[in-house]
């Protein structure tokens, strides 16, 4: 059965404005992510990653082309719908105070609840079902600043599928995590991508891991942005000049990246 698509980039290009002129990063971009699906965007420090996805979410204008968001340009929905169609987990600072985790996941609900942000059971039974999807259950009671690196990046994705969106972006989110837990967030969006037919696309430097376990892969590099399936971009030698310089390059015999 054909996935739907949930965003579509075309002809998109990305930068920003210095006085009278356009700073280009990158043009003539053409992405489609699709429900169900897990998607990595990986490259180089400085390619342009972090501009892409703040274009793609609607933070950052586009200095040409269109991002479509469920059919349509995601500059046009109010702040509020933008809300009930996309969930964000950044490097953010959390918000002060003695949140628990119950009320972390719970802030998900703030584009739905009224203006007293009062949940309704409705609402109460999407955050237990938010901490139980991501398995921590058990923490609903902690202080969010007791947790460890691993189980806040969990939260926070709680969050996000407590705001019950199609589309969820994350912005590195294995950076400050060892091996295991790296490994055990990516296998974690991977499930909720397929069990909840959530559109995930993430920002990676975990490169290995993004090649085993991500649906598909977006390539930027300096001179074209590709996407494809990890098999077909291997196929098309689509990792050769990922970095510059020689110093770590992709085996395609080993199907890994390694320091030469």
């Known amino acids: 059965m054909e996935r739907k698509t949930i965003l579509s980039a075309q002809l998109l290009g990305i930068g920003y404005k210095a006085k009278k002129e356009s700073i280009i990063i990158a043009e003539n971009i053409d992405i489609q992510l699709k429900a169900g699906s897990l998607t990595a965007l990986i490259g180089a420090n400085g390619i342009g990653k972090s501009s892409l996805l703040r274009t793609l979410t609607g933070i950052q204008a586009p200095l040409s082309g269109s991002v479509l968001l469920n059919n349509q340009p995601v500059n046009q929905y109010t702040p509020p719908q933008l809300a009930q169609q996309l969930a964000l987990v950044l490097t953010e600072a959390l918000p002060p105070g003695n949140l628990t985790v119950y009320d972390l996941v719970a802030l998900g609900r703030q584009p739905y609840t009224n203006w007293l942000g009062s949940l309704s059971a409705e609402d109460k039974a999407i955050v237990s079902n938010a901490l139980q999807a991501t398995d921590i259950e058990y923490l609903a ?3 969010h600043y007791e947790l460890s690196d691993g189980q806040l990046q969990k939260a926070l994705i709680a969050r996000a599928l407590a705001q019950d969106t199609p ?14 837990n790296k490994a055990s967030l990516l296998q974690l969006l991977k499930k909720l991508a397929l069990e909840q037919d959530k559109c995930i696309l993430y920002s990676t430097h975990d490169l290995d891991l993004a090649l085993q376990l991500s649906d598909e892969i977006i390539i930027m590099k300096k001179e074209a942005i590709a996407q494809g399936i990890p098999t077909q971009l291997i196929e098309k030698k689509a990792f050769d000049n990922l970095f510059e310089g020689e110093s770590v390059v992709f085996d395609y ?5 390694r320091v030469k």
């Not at 015999?253 to 990246?257: E, G, L, N, V």
């Open 167 to 180: 589309l969820i972006v994350l912005d590195e989110p294995t950076t400050h995590l060892d091996l295991p």
């Open 141 to 143: 009671h902690k202080k």
């Open 253 to 257: 015999s080993t199907k890994t990246f």
